[in-house]
């Protein structure tokens, strides 16, 4: 069993690194899948761009045993049913793990207009909670979500094996 993970600002890549060191298991980000052969067993971890696990069709001819959605929301969002199966991962174990982001200003490109649009569309919100607030901070600000803790479920469903 190997891990594989595809990350563009370094949050995913860190629990993928953390998950390696915790189990042993050796580590690959997707652009090095062609080093895997198609029988081993992958443990993907990518994160989410509205709802979408990125890379995860680089590897969904390989052996895929789990899946992680790294994201900036508290639990996976949209809610993991939706997750699961937007994602085409219907009977795959699925992992949220809380990523984080920089700060809105060092994105770069489609990303950052999309995550401008996003933080308008909350501070437009008449009801604007507590919640959306908090979001709009994190994503102005950026956030670090990463946690050893928040592996805790993934290495209880690797001990069970
Ligand atoms: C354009 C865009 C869309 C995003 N959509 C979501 C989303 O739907 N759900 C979520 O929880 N996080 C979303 N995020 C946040 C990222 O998934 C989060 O920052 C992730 O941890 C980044 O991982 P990375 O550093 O490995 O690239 C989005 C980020 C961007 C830039």
Same mark, same amino acid.
């Given at each position: ?8 600002? $370094? %949050? ?8 390696? *060191? ?5 580590? %690959? ?26 890379? !995860? ?39 949220? !793990? ?5 700060? !809105? ?27 959306? *607030? *908090? ?7 950026? %956030? ?14 690797? $001990?069970?094996?």
């Amino acid at each position: 069993m190997v891990i594989v993970y595809e990350s563009k600002t $370094g %949050f995913t890549e860190r629990y993928a690194r953390m998950l390696s *060191e915790k189990t042993g298991l050796k580590v %690959f980000g997707v652009n090095e899948i062609s080093k895997i052969s198609l029988d081993e067993e992958i443990i993907f971890l990518g994160w989410i761009k509205a709802g979408r696990i990125q890379g !995860l069709n680089k590897v969904r001819k390989y052996n895929l045993a789990a899946v992680c959605g790294s994201g900036t929301a508290k639990g996976p969002e949209p809610d993991a049913e939706t997750m699961i199966s937007a994602n085409r991962i219907n009977g795959i174990p699925f992992f949220y !793990l809380r990523g984080g982001c920089l700060p !809105l200003k060092e994105i770069k490109g489609m990303d950052r207009i999309l995550l401008s649009l996003f933080v308008k569309i909350l501070k437009s919100r008449r009801d604007k909670d507590k919640e959306a *607030e *908090e979001y709009i901070s994190i994503i102005e600000n950026g %956030f670090d979500g990463v946690r050893e803790e928040n592996l805790e479920p993934l290495l209880r469903w690797l $001990g069970s094996r």
